[in-house]
């Protein structure tokens, strides 16, 4: 197994910037637009806009929730491991709200999907976007493309690309890792 360093922690941190820039330019006050993170590891991401937002920015407030779609997933059941749900996290209204949906890797497009269903749960949003950290750009198995993209990557299928953040792996990076 090999592994290429695609972003270090300075180039992630310049993109977090950017797109936390990108959002102020359409929603600038925040106030009729919500962030979910959809769970696992879209939420380290969501968390990470919402604090540049509020503290380089200067927004008093920005509505960040978490958003868990493991059981609505098409492939849930085709797996032979054990599905383990992680929590959903929502306390505010998304009726009528734009909502921007914020997930580390774009892929398959499957997980939007799926969150696109979540979300209805939570009430009918007023728009939804999507922002991402990386687009695996050539992997689409459904017509979802992100509003908001940190970088393209262009990877084969036995390539994944390994995104990490401090809080779960004690660094900020993200790999391109060949099996």
């Not at 929603?27 to 991401?45: A, K, N, W």
């Not at 960040?64 to 492939?75: A, E, H, N, S, V």
């Not at 054990?82 to 997980?111: C, M, P, Q, Y």
């Given at each position: ?6 972003l270090n922690a300075k180039e992630i941190e ?166």
């Amino acid at each position: 197994m090999s592994q290429k360093l695609l972003l270090n922690a300075k180039e992630i941190e310049i993109i977090l910037h950017r797109l936390a820039c990108q959002l102020l330019e359409k929603h600038s006050d925040f106030s009729e637009t919500v962030l979910v993170g959809i769970q696992p590891r879209g939420v380290f991401l969501a968390n990470r806009i919402q604090k540049i937002l509020m503290e380089d920015y200067g927004l008093p407030e920005v509505k960040t929730g978490k958003l868990d779609i493991t059981f609505y997933r098409d492939d849930f059941r085709r797996t032979g491991k054990t599905l383990e749900a992680n929590k959903t996290k929502i306390d505010f209204l998304v009726e009528d709200k734009n909502v921007v949906f914020i997930d580390d890797v774009l892929f398959t497009g499957r997980s939007i999907r799926a969150a696109l269903t979540a979300i209805q749960s939570f009430g009918r949003p007023k728009e939804i976007e999507l922002l991402t950290l990386i687009d695996r750009r050539f992997s689409r198995h459904l017509p979802i493309q992100p509003d908001y993209n940190g970088r393209q990557v262009d990877a084969i299928n036995d390539e994944k690309v390994l995104v990490n953040w401090v809080e779960n792996a004690d660094e900020d990076s993200v790999y391109l890792v060949k099996k």
